[in-house]
């Protein structure tokens, strides 16, 4: 089998979904291969947040590129919706903090990043029973139902024409004089102009496994970590903003269904729930909001999020391997740098003028 194209991405999460978008935007010609399905894996599991928990606490090299990805989201959604005709569920319905301790961080992150913030009324909390520490409500803050969005960038990319590649997993690479010529695949081999490599928790493991000899500064250190949620069959509008209390939160779709999470597990690769976090995440969901236990609890299920040291991701070029890049290592926020984290490394390789600054996410800023 060949196919020809400027760029070859190894992965097809919503980074390398997102990644292939907007480098077809710019004219490459672009391949995704996926090991498995699209976006089945963090992608699918995680809540849609589209900002981190508590931004104030996270390098503000995360905090760049989720405002950057907060301002594309709303066209991005638009052409999604228009093109495909499957809702990504882009919602900007405002997210309730209950404990916030740190206020004073808090409104010098959202009056440096020019966030709205207020604070809240009695009547947010007439239906949660919860201490509130200097709460606070973003208005502005939106989420995505990750499978919509998932399933609607897939049909784009097959609408724009760009070759998408299941179940074809990445088995070796010839590497000559600092270039990566040609992947072998599960389903042939693909010659290789310039390789991305976004596969989320996987890929510090690809890259010990197919390049063995680098050093270790050379290589992405990326671990999974696991996360569960529940799913409660609420009823519209029982819910209708998300609220983040301490750790965990509750997200309401627009269908009523409502998102409980999440648990954070340093698990190796097992994506195995446990009712051990399935009886912490119904009693914080049932305790934070009482009228929930009317509704039944209708799936349970966990994900490996591609976690890095403090949560900043890669993105960028290999120092050594001239046509190799990364964008991966997005932990808990790949939904909300997402559009920007795409954008980002497709400047890099266009040598386009950076929207963001590039050089929190380089390999020698992240060992």
């Known amino acids: 089998m060949t196919q020809h194209s400027d760029i070859t991405l190894i992965g097809g999460g919503i980074i390398g979904l997102l990644t292939a978008r907007e480098l077809h935007r710019a004219g490459a010609r672009v391949t995704l291969i996926e090991k498995n399905r699209i976006g089945q ?13 508590y931004p104030w606490r996270q390098p503000h090299a995360i ?57 809240p009324g009695q009547a947010f909390f007439n239906d949660l029973h919860t201490e509130t520490d200097h ?6 803050i939106a989420q995505a139902r990750n499978p919509r969005l998932v399933k609607s960038l897939r049909q784009d990319l097959i609408n724009k024409g760009i070759k998408i590649i299941e179940d074809c997993e990445l088995l070796t690479t010839s590497l000559q004089q600092g270039r990566i010529s040609t992947i072998d695949t599960t389903q042939g081999r693909f010659p290789v102009e310039q390789l991305v490599v976004s596969a989320g928790a996987w890929t510090g493991q ?30 519209p509008d029982t819910l209708t903003h998300m609220v983040l209390d301490q750790d965990r939160y509750l997200i309401p779709r627009r269908d009523g269904k409502i998102l409980a999470g999440s648990s954070v597990e340093h698990d190796q690769f097992d994506k195995t729930p446990s009712a051990e976090v399935y009886d912490q ?57 997402g559009p920007a984290s795409a954008e980002l490394l497709a400047d890099l390789i266009l040598e386009r003028t950076p929207r963001v600054a590039p050089e929190p996410y380089q390999f020698s800023s992240l060992h």
């Open 63 to 119: 905090s760049r590129l989720v405002i950057r990805s907060h301002a594309l989201y709303p066209l991005l959604a638009e052409q999604l919706l228009k093109e495909t005709q499957l809702d990504p569920e882009w919602t900007p319905c405002g997210l309730l903090i209950v404990k916030n301790p740190d206020l004073q961080a808090a409104i010098d992150w959202c009056e440096h990043y020019a966030m709205r913030y207020e604070t």
């Open 41 to 53: 894996e963090s992608s699918w599991a995680g809540g849609g947040i589209l900002l981190p928990l």
């Open 281 to 337: 995440l119904k009693d914080f969901a049932f305790a934070l909001m009482p009228k929930l236990k009317q509704f039944p609890i209708i799936k349970h299920w966990a994900g490996l999020r591609p976690g890095t040291e403090h949560g900043v991701p890669y993105i960028g070029r290999h120092p050594e391997i001239e046509n190799l890049f990364i964008n991966a290592g997005h932990f808990r926020n790949g939904l909300a740098m």
């Open 206 to 235: 690809l890259f010990s496994r197919l390049f063995p000899g680098q050093p270790a500064t050379h290589a992405p250190v990326i671990a999974p970590v696991k996360g569960q949620m529940l799913l409660i069959e609420a009823q």
């Open 135 to 140: 709460p606070l409500w973003l208005p502005d």
